[in-house]
């Protein structure tokens, strides 16, 4: 190990600091509706910060909008799978994977929508922004008082690990059915949950009813 000034720590020998820069292949944000598209009509979601929860998306508290205002949201972000979404105003850091074509959703200006450089693994990428390290130093960097911001060009300068592509392989190998079986709950959970307040209605004005072998337990 060897302490490295940038970083104020001990990193190991053989690695050293970098910019974030170094892992971003792309980097933009979604689209303000003003002046672009009206929200509150159409079956899409446009997804705020309010609506990125842990690793999930609340979808109940998304706002909606056409197709229309889709694809003009789409040629500004181009979200695709692996791609990672980062709030960027207000709470500074908030996360979501994508780990599924985004056909009927797209993300507010609130937030950026950032792609790993073709030999960096996308869940390396989605851990590394997801660590302690980054989101102290990106909530550092926000602007403002009442309503705090966080630029692209300060974002990207944030120093980090520079890390080999060997070990972050083999890193990936590991996180990457973790991430997956995530994913797989969070789309669970939704389901259950949706079935839970469509049942519950029914439950409690007496249209169902229990099983009596399952009222048992």
């Known amino acids: 190990m060897k302490w490295n000034k940038k970083l104020n720590r001990v990193i190991p020998e053989k690695w050293d600091d970098c910019d974030l820069n170094r892992y971003i292949g792309r980097i933009t944000n979604g689209l303000n509706p003003r002046k672009n598209f009206v929200l509150g009509s159409g079956n899409n979601f446009y997804v705020t910060i309010r609506s990125l929860i842990g690793t999930d998306i609340d979808w109940n508290n ?54 790993a450089k073709d030999d960096i693994e996308p869940c390396f990428f989605y851990s590394l922004l997801c660590s302690e390290e980054i989101q102290k130093n990106a909530d550092k960097k926000a602007m403002g008082s009442t309503l705090r911001c966080l630029v692209m060009d300060s974002f990207c300068k944030i120093s980090t690990l520079d890390i080999d592509v060997v070990t972050i392989n083999k890193f990936s190998q590991v996180v990457k059915p973790i991430y997956k079986h ?27 009813s229990l099983n009596s072998d399952l009222s048992a337990y």
Do not use: H
């Open 62 to 115: 998304c706002d909606r909008c056409d197709d229309v205002a889709l694809r003009k949201i789409n040629n500004r972000s181009q979200l695709q799978i692996g791609d990672v979404i980062f709030s960027a105003i207000g709470t500074i850091g908030r996360t979501y994977f994508i780990q599924e074509e985004p056909y009927n959703w797209n993300i507010s200006e609130t937030s950026f929508t950032l792609r």
């Open 182 to 208: 995530l994913y797989e709950v969070n789309k669970e959970n939704r389901q259950l949950i949706k079935q839970r307040d469509e049942l519950l209605p029914l439950l409690m004005n007496g249209q169902v």
